[in-house]
């Protein structure tokens, strides 16, 4: 496999506290300039100390990296794998710092992040272009993979092994973070709405993957862990909130499949594992969540493949991306106004 020109990997993601002493600080990182409110910035403190002040985040991607430290192994590339978090330790800077001290000078960049939205990408392109002040290295973004065949198989995957048992009534529940409407509206460019439509076109490519008999089953995608002001709208309908509509309707059994994530983080294991789950349990609905992809190796396996295209694209040659639907690949490099940051322009990398 030919990497040229890039002589590194880093990968960039969200980052979680390690320790109870490391929740508000986290926290504070998270939100600093974000008019969270008060309470709820309480409220997300107590579903940390509920796990031991401890995010599973940064452990599930010790994971990944090392797996795929392992399929760079296996396919005779010799690339180091770096690691920077927006808002814990390993922080960006101090990975960029290391990797040009170690004389990288062209890098890919993996976010871990699979759609469009400020949150998932401009936010990280800003992250990374501070991060790069006065250092002297060039970076190249990973694609997004909402339509990745290598993101989407995990789930098909596991959604199969959860339907496999389930009643007739069964209703496929997609899920994903909440962002504000307007953050939706800018996500992909002005009035596009690339989020929200980037989730339902996965939704759609998981449901064709399952067997079938299940491929008619009614599916919704609905949202997760809100935040800011309520007076602010965001994408609706909230999980819990669904689940009530469904059990007034009669039906008796959700498959969750949390395709905004990708890994069993505190969104995962707090907002549905133990939040979502306790409402379904109040109302008498069977309750299945199905794993996210982890370091399934379809996906540890995308991601090299995904710097394979992007290398062969900086070296001028014309890869053909692998996507599945009929959505398109995520471009390699954003629009100018892609996902924009409605509290004011910064610089961003891409
Ligand atoms: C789109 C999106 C993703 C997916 C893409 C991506 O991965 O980036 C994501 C991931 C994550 N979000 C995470 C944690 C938090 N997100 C918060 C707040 C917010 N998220 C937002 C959006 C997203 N978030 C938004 C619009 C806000 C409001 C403030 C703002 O405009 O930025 C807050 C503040 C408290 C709260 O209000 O919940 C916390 C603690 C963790 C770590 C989990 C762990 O520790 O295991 C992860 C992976
Ligand atoms: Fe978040």
Same mark, same amino acid.
């Given at each position: ?5 890039? %002589?590194?990997? !880093? ?8 320790? &109870?002493?490391? *929740?508000? $600080? =986290?926290? #504070? ?106 250092? %002297?290295?060039? !970076? ?8 990745? &065949?290598?993101? *989407?198989? $995990? =789930?098909? #995957? ?193």
């Amino acid at each position: 496999m030919d990497v040229r020109p890039f %002589d590194a990997l !880093l990968y960039v993601s969200f980052g979680g506290p390690e320790k &109870p002493d490391d *929740v508000v $600080p =986290f926290l #504070e990182n998270v939100t600093v300039g974000k008019g969270i409110p008060r309470e709820r910035l309480e409220e997300v403190g107590e579903h940390y100390f509920l796990f031991g002040g401890r995010s599973p985040i940064n452990d599930l991607n010790r994971q990944v990296i090392a797996a795929l430290e392992g399929e760079l192994a296996s396919r005779d590339v010799d690339l180091p794998v770096y690691w920077g978090n927006r808002n814990w330790d390993p922080y960006l800077r101090d990975a960029l710092e290391q990797m040009v001290a170690d004389g990288v000078r062209h890098a890919a960049y993996f976010l871990t992040s699979a759609y469009s939205s400020y949150s998932g990408c401009r936010q990280y392109r800003e992250n990374l272009a501070d991060a790069t002040e006065g250092l %002297d290295i060039e !970076l190249s973004r990973l694609r997004l993979p909402f339509n990745h &065949p290598g993101f *989407v198989a $995990p =789930f098909v #995957e596991h959604t199969r092994a959860a339907l496999a048992d389930a009643p007739d009534d069964t209703h496929v529940v997609f899920v994903t973070h909440s962002i504000p409407d307007a953050m939706n509206d800018a996500s992909g460019g002005p009035g596009v709405g690339a989020y929200r439509d980037q989730h339902l076109e996965t939704a759609r490519l998981v449901m064709a993957g399952l067997e079938p008999r299940h491929q008619g089953l009614p599916w919704e995608l609905v949202y997760c862990s809100r935040s800011g002001s309520p007076r602010t709208p965001w994408l609706e309908p909230d999980v819990n909130d669904h689940l009530e509509k469904l059990a007034a309707d009669g039906v008796t059994s959700v498959v969750v499949v949390p395709i905004g994530f990708v890994s069993d983080h505190m969104e995962v294991v707090y907002d549905l594992d133990t939040e979502a789950k306790a409402t379904a349990e109040e109302l008498g609905l069977r309750f299945v969540r199905v794993p996210t992809p982890g370091s399934h190796p379809a996906f540890v396996a995308m991601i090299t493949d995904l710097l394979q295209e992007r290398a062969a694209a900086d070296r001028g040659e014309d890869p053909t991306p692998a996507t599945i639907g009929s959505c398109g690949a995520n471009p390699w490099v954003c629009v100018p106004n892609c996902c924009a940051n409605l509290r004011g322009d910064r610089p961003a990398h891409a």
